[in-house]
């Protein structure tokens, strides 16, 4: 599975604020011309490789108006077992966390592509029914305050733990999933086929196959 779907991502770059930097102009933190690495080449400490592959994460929130608004953001991970931390500026979504505390947190995915991505570019502010106009539908959590978009097949219900600095941290109190993507009872990746942005050719890609075991594969060595 090595899709790759290629797409505008003006609103992300926008975030990712990525820039190439020739070798002979990158700089240390001192202004300081960086060394060579030797039979590599330097981009410096400013290159979207930093941070890539990131994880399409949609933040669905309610507005004051109890409308459904949803975002993508690029930056956000697992943050303690049951915690997950997401780095973005001030949207419609921040708004509606300081008025609900509570959002639910899904995975775009090979299937939702398109709708992912324009709930990137579009901000609640300007089309408040943007979750409708993309032809998704939501139901209500029915454990934290926030709806849950019924498209996305897996998704993180959450409280605000804090939300300070650009930084929202939230605490996960329950996932759920569908049964079309689970194996043995268990979420199967190879099922759900979420997709990451790739930000050094500002595309969508699609998660690959199994190549190892974690805590297995490296056995070998121990031996």
């Given at each position: 599975?090595?899709?790759?779907?290629?797409?505008?991502?003006?609103?992300?770059?926008?975030?990712?604020?990525?820039?190439?930097?020739?070798?002979?102009?990158?700089?240390?933190?001192?202004?300081?011309?960086?060394?060579?690495?030797?039979?590599?080449?330097?981009?410096?400490?400013?290159?979207?490789?930093?941070?890539?592959?990131?994880?399409?994460?949609?933040?669905?929130?309610?507005?004051?108006?109890?409308?459904?608004?949803?975002?993508?953001?690029?930056?956000?991970?697992?943050?303690?077992?049951?915690?997950?931390?997401?780095?973005?500026?001030?949207?419609?979504?921040?708004?509606?966390?300081?008025?609900?505390?509570?959002?639910?947190?899904?995975?775009?995915?090979?299937?939702?592509?398109?709708?992912?991505?324009?709930?990137?570019?579009?901000?609640?502010?300007?089309?408040?029914?943007?979750?409708?106009?993309?032809?998704?539908?939501?139901?209500?959590?029915?454990?934290?305050?926030?709806?849950?978009?019924n498209e996305y097949p897996l998704?993180?219900?959450?409280?605000?733990?804090?939300?300070?600095?650009?930084?929202?941290?939230?605490?996960?109190?329950?996932?759920?999933?569908?049964?079309?993507?689970?194996?043995?009872?268990?979420?199967?990746?190879?099922?759900?086929?979420?997709?990451?942005?790739?930000?050094?050719?500002?595309?969508?890609?699609?998660?690959?196959?199994?190549?190892?075991?974690?805590?297995?594969?490296?056995?070998?060595?121990?031996?």
């Open positions: 599975m090595k899709k790759i779907v290629i797409l505008s991502l003006a609103a992300i770059l926008a975030l990712a604020g990525c820039k190439n930097t020739e070798n002979k102009n990158a700089t240390d933190m001192n202004n300081e011309p960086l060394k060579e690495v030797d039979g590599r080449k330097n981009f410096g400490p400013d290159h979207a490789l930093v941070s890539t592959p990131q994880p399409c994460v949609m933040i669905a929130t309610w507005d004051k108006e109890h409308n459904p608004d949803v975002m993508m953001a690029a930056w956000a991970g697992q943050y303690g077992y049951k915690q997950i931390v997401v780095s973005m500026s001030k949207h419609k979504t921040t708004e509606n966390l300081e008025l609900t505390g509570a959002f639910t947190v899904s995975f775009a995915d090979i299937n939702t592509v398109e709708e992912s991505d324009y709930f990137g570019l579009v901000s609640g502010f300007d089309v408040p029914d943007k979750v409708a106009k993309a032809g998704f539908t939501i139901t209500p959590s029915p454990n934290v305050d926030a709806p849950i978009i998704t993180l219900e959450c409280k605000v733990i804090s939300w300070a600095d650009g930084v929202l941290v939230g605490e996960v109190v329950n996932m759920s999933a569908e049964e079309r993507i689970l194996t043995d009872g268990k979420v199967d990746l190879a099922k759900l086929q979420p997709i990451v942005f790739d930000a050094t050719s500002v595309s969508y890609r699609a998660i690959g196959d199994i190549v190892g075991k974690a805590w297995g594969s490296g056995k070998k060595f121990t031996e």
